[in-house]
T-cell receptor, first 114, second 116 residues
Framework: DTAVSQTPKYLVTQMGNDKSIKCEQNLGHDTMYWYKQDSKKFLKIMFSYNNKELIINETVPNRFSPKSPDKAHLNLHINSLELGDSAVYFC?????????????FGPGTRLTVL | AQKITQTQPGMFVQEKEAVTLDCTYDTSDPSYGLFWYKQPSSGEMIFLIYQGSYDQQNATEGRYSLNFQKARKSANLVISASQLGDSAMYFCAMRDRLEYGNKLVFGAGTILRVKS
């Protein structure tokens, strides 16, 4: 009964390919996020959507395109993958009206670009 | 800009003892939130505890407590009665309020190793 799920868990691909990561949350939250964790374990936000609308876009290359078909899903499509895109990508969700707006994370997707 | 500093790259603690993980922050926003997350070797990010800037009491969740010292801008995580399963990376994070939404700003993390 996973709250925030991501697929796939691991993704290994060649430079130049296009790939997608899917995220779903069953918490009924209005807001979803994508974070990137680099090789030094540093976590940084990439995007945030509230009720299917993009609200945060943190200077991410436009090869990265998020899509939210509904408020329970937020997918991340990456075009023309580069070596530097290798990282762990986390999806998260929160309910901004909850006071704390605590973000709950998915299990992460480890992307390796060869 | 908001900033989170975790000065301890790594810590060791003996099983059953208490340990404090340090976190200092900087913000000009009077309304902020501070979070701690645990990342075990399996990789997931687990929410542990939350402290709001206006909360009068320090937050506690089971064996986790937050030593919140507002004047010193510190929000240290205290884990009591450490267990082997507490070995993990711990991240302190702050909620950064933007025009249309919030994001989390993370510290660099502290690796905790519990010795038996």
């Amino acid at each position: 009964d996973t709250a925030v799920s991501q697929t796939p868990k691991y993704l290994v691909t060649q430079m130049g390919n296009d790939k997608s990561i899917k995220c779903e949350q069953n918490l009924g939250h209005d807001t979803m996020y994508w974070y990137k964790q680099d090789s030094k374990k540093f976590l940084k936000i990439m995007f945030s959507y509230n009720n299917k609308e993009l609200i945060i876009n943190e200077t991410v290359p436009n090869r990265f395109s998020p899509k939210s078909p509904d408020k329970a899903h937020l997918n991340l499509h990456i075009n023309s993958l580069e070596l530097g895109d290798s990282a762990v990508y986390f999806c998260a969700s929160s309910q901004p009206t909850s006071g704390s707006d605590t973000q709950y994370f998915g299990p992460g997707t480890r992307l390796t670009v060869l | 800009a908001q900033k989170i500093t975790q000065t301890q790259p790594g810590m060791f603690v003996q099983e059953k003892e208490a340990v404090t993980l340090d976190c200092t922050y900087d913000t000009s926003d009077p309304s902020y939130g501070l979070f701690w997350y645990k990342q075990p070797s399996s990789g997931e990010m687990i929410f542990l505890i939350y402290q709001g800037s206006y909360d009068q009491q320090n937050a506690t969740e089971g064996r986790y407590s937050l030593n919140f010292q507002k004047a010193r801008k510190s929000a240290n995580l205290v884990i009591s009665a450490s267990q082997l399963g507490d070995s993990a990376m711990y991240f302190c994070a702050m909620r950064d309020r933007l025009e249309y939404g919030n994001k989390l700003v993370f510290g660099a993390g502290t690796i905790l190793r519990v010795k038996s």
